[in-house]
């Protein structure tokens, strides 16, 4: 079935450490964003990604960082430096440009919590 | 930049009955797309309607129809015939249908929690 596959459901990270989040797509959907989500908010953006080997960064950026070496694939890699990770995360894609009302969808999300 | 404002943290419904959730939203673009998004407990994002601006007639998906009202930035979600399985937080989502401002993805409202009575 096409979608879009996170993993993993449930992740732990000590403090210091970095983690990757892993978010795959086989809808041949150009653009891929990450998306976090803490309780009592909406989903705020952290980086999306239109084409292949580009990305930029959304309104929560600090302390993630992004690769988009494949069309299918765009890991999210949480560092040491985002001092508050604890959250669910949310990865989407879409076909390319916004002027056709390209429908965003989602997968089905990954926990973090910091131990 | 856009804002999405949904005033109602929590509604509360009788099974069968018609509900109906508020979204505002501000913007000074003229061309731009509204979503209302599902999330049941499991937390995956589910599409429910969407809703282009240059459409004057509201969208409509079976029980679920929008009102949107252009000037008025407005863009509420109806729910007919209430069931047990709508029980879940909907979000209101805005999109620009312009992606030179260099800006993409959705611009979310802090959601709306659904109780379905039975």
């Known amino acids: 079935d096409g979608g879009i596959t996170q993993s993993p459901k449930y992740l732990f990270r000590k403090e210091g450490q970095n983690v990757t989040l892993s978010c795959e797509q086989n809808?041949?959907?150009?653009?891929m964003y990450w998306y976090r989500q803490d309780p009592g908010q909406g989903l705020r953006l952290i980086y999306y990604?239109?084409?292949?080997?580009?990305?930029q960064k959304g309104d929560i950026a600090e302390g993630y960082s992004v690769s988009r070496e494949k069309k299918e694939s765009f890991p999210l890699t949480v560092t040491s430096a985002q001092k508050n990770p604890t959250a669910f995360y949310l990865c989407?894609?879409?076909?390319?440009?916004?002027?056709?009302?390209?429908?965003?969808?989602f997968g089905e999300g990954s926990w973090l919590t910091v131990v | 930049a856009q804002t999405v404002t949904q005033s109602q943290p929590e509604m509360s419904v009788q099974e069968a009955e018609t509900v109906t959730l508020s979204c505002t939203y501000d913007?000074?673009?003229?061309?731009?797309?509204l979503f209302w998004y599902k999330q049941p407990p499991s937390r995956q994002m589910i599409l429910v309607i969407r809703?282009?601006?240059?459409?004057?007639q509201n969208a409509t998906e079976n029980r679920f129809s929008v009102n949107f009202q252009k000037a008025a930035k407005s863009f509420s979600l109806k729910i007919s015939d209430s069931q047990l399985g709508d029980a879940a937080m909907y979000f209101c989502?805005?999109?620009?249908?312009?992606?030179?401002?260099?800006?993409?993805?959705?611009?979310f409202g802090k959601g709306t929690h659904l109780i379905i009575q039975p």
């Open positions: 989407a894609s879409s076909r390319s440009g916004t002027g056709v009302g390209n429908t965003i969808y």
């Open positions: 809808l041949n959907h150009d653009a």
């Open positions: 990604s239109q084409i292949v080997n580009d990305f």
């Open positions: 913007t000074s673009e003229s061309d731009y797309y």
């Open positions: 809703q282009e601006a240059y459409k004057q």
């Open positions: 989502a805005y999109r620009s249908a312009w992606s030179g401002g260099g800006a993409d993805g959705l611009t």
